[in-house]
């Protein structure tokens, strides 16, 4: 069982979703995030005045999925968030070591979709 | 030769500066109802169309809407600049009032009228298009109208069509426009799968100074503080009221919950009904139109635009055209002398069909003519610089590719 991070531009949410969907992976958790990458965020304008260095507004989407189906994740989100251009974020795979559905107790790769 | 009375200037005063409110008001309930990465950029075209037509219509706006005559059509450029404008009340007009502060009441007006066209665009139309739409739209649809129906010599209000703040030029126009808008513009990217409000909050304190300023909108256009004035108010405000009933007693039947959005969207139905009315119903007709325009409006914004498919993203059409409309019929219905004497007698106070037929017809004209001027400048600043965003500056937000800036931060 895999546990997929992965931080995106907030106008690819729609996108990633649906690709998701078109591997038809569901279960998944979204949250608005703040933050930068090598460029130290970019230039933000206040009251005419170019402010340097913000953090940008990021969407941070997570997903935990069987062994066989992490690749089809990983495509999907990446099909769904790339433009091409900087920013376009990043996806980190970590192991997963149980899993359990709270209301029926099931553990492992059961419980995971 | 006229002379200020200071009751009644005060009054137009202080509804200027409440007429006024209704359009940052207007920005609250728009931005509370789009998604939170466009809140500003709906914000910002209400607020800057305050300065941008409050220069057009110093320059030629009062003047081709209020000026001396032109054949009914319109009025010409001898008050261009304001010439002429000045504090001596013009009789023909408001005698007890200085002239500039009529012009002023009514620059008011023609500021919130493109403003409402905002709801129809909404989250899609680049800023400098909007700018040059909303200019060439106050000179050639909204000064003419204002022209025909309240100018001296203009053809509706020598025909004797009953408008008595602003429901024709105001609200049928606005609402005519939005719709030829939803249909130029198109679709937002996504709909109907948009996000719900992004603040009902906002969108309720909007809605809360739309009906305070509401009162400067109709009991003003009294233009004294007296009978009328008093008439005016308590009709506006009973049918702001019931229409927000209505509109929440319909949704707990349809949809089994009462929801704050729905009320307050039915209290603007409401304002908008009775607005051509206010002057000249009692407060029984301002219920009933209040009731009627609750159920007319929720028939339009939660069936007809479904059903038809157009985007009128925040329902100018549906609420202000639908109700504009519908208020304009029913002051057929309701209006009676014992009211206004300077009004007429509509169907239910034995003034027979007359009275509705004349506002059927004046309805008529204005909302074609709206809807054709529109659609047609609309086509042509397409055609010229472009109506709409990008794809990607639609998916990122209006708030960051049209105004760089953000309205809300998770951080610091």
């Given at each position: 069982m895999k546990y997929i991070i992965a931080i995106i531009q907030p106008d690819r949410l729609d996108d990633v979703i649906a690709a998701l969907e078109e591997e038809e992976i569901f279960l998944l958790t979204v949250s608005d995030v703040m933050g930068r990458g090598r460029q130290k965020g970019v230039a933000e304008v206040y009251r005419s005045h170019v402010e340097r260095g913000g953090l940008l507004h990021k969407i941070k989407v997570e997903l935990a999925v069987s062994n066989n189906k992490l690749w089809q994740a990983v495509d999907a989100i990446t099909r769904g968030a790339r433009?091409?251009?900087?920013?376009?974020g990043k996806i980190f795979v970590l192991d997963v070591q149980e899993c359990l559905r709270?209301?029926?107790g099931e553990t492992g790769v059961s419980a995971i979709a | 030769m006229a002379s200020i009375e200071a009751g009644d200037t005060a009054w137009m005063l202080i509804s200027t500066a409440l007429v006024m409110l209704m359009t940052p008001g207007l920005a609250f309930f728009y931005g509370g109802l789009v998604r939170r990465k466009n809140v500003l950029s709906v914000m910002m075209q209400c607020l800057i169309l305050i300065g941008v037509i409050s220069l057009q219509w110093i320059l030629l706006g009062y003047s081709l809407a209020f000026g001396p005559d032109k054949g009914g059509i319109i009025g010409d450029?001898?008050?261009?600049?304001?010439?002429?404008?000045?504090?001596?009340?013009?009789p023909d007009y408001?005698?007890?009032?200085?002239h500039q502060l009529f012009m002023a009441f009514q620059m008011m007006f023609a500021i919130i009228t493109p403003a409402l066209i905002v709801g129809a665009f909404a989250?899609?139309?680049k800023f400098s298009a909007f700018l040059v739409f909303s200019v060439l739209w106050s000179t050639l649809v909204y000064d003419p109208m204002a022209h025909w129906v309240?100018?001296?010599?203009g053809l509706l209000r020598e025909w004797g069509a009953l408008d008595f703040a602003g429901g024709t030029v105001v609200h049928i126009n606005a609402g005519m426009a939005a719709l030829a808008a939803a249909l130029v513009v198109?679709?937002?990217?996504g709909y109907p799968d948009i996000s719900p409000p992004h603040n009902l909050p906002f969108a309720i304190l909007g809605a809360a100074l739309l009906w305070l300023g509401w009162f400067g909108f109709n009991a003003g256009?009294?233009?004294?503080?007296g009978e009328l004035a008093v008439s005016a108010f308590l009709n506006t405000h009973l049918a702001a009221g019931t229409a927000g009933l209505a509109w929440a007693g319909l949704e707990w039947i349809k949809s089994k919950r009462p929801t704050a959005l729905g009320t307050i969207s039915g209290v603007v139905a409401g304002l908008v009904a009775v607005t051509p009315a206010s002057g000249f119903v009692s407060p029984w007709g301002a219920v009933g139109i209040g009731a009627l325009a609750g159920l007319a409006c929720y028939a339009a914004v939660v069936f007809l635009k479904v059903k038809v498919g157009y985007d009128d993203s925040l329902d100018a059409f549906g609420v202000h055209g639908v109700g504009g409309m519908l208020g304009a019929l029913l002051t057929g219905l309701w209006a009676t002398t014992t009211v206004n004497p300077g009004g007429a007698d509509g169907l239910f106070s034995a003034g027979g069909w007359r009275l509705l037929g004349l506002q059927a017809a004046a309805l008529a004209i204005c909302a074609v003519y709206s809807f054709v001027l529109s659609f047609g400048l609309l086509k042509l600043v397409d055609k010229v610089m472009g109506l709409r965003v990008s794809v990607d500056s639609e998916n990122i937000g209006l708030d960051l590719t049209q105004h760089s800036e953000s309205a809300y931060t998770l951080v610091g």
């Open positions: 433009t091409g251009n900087i920013g376009d709270i209301r029926t | 450029f001898s008050w261009a600049l304001l010439r002429g404008v000045g504090v001596e009340p013009n408001a005698a007890t009032i200085p989250e899609r139309m309240w100018g001296v010599g198109g679709k937002r990217r256009s009294a233009l004294t503080a």
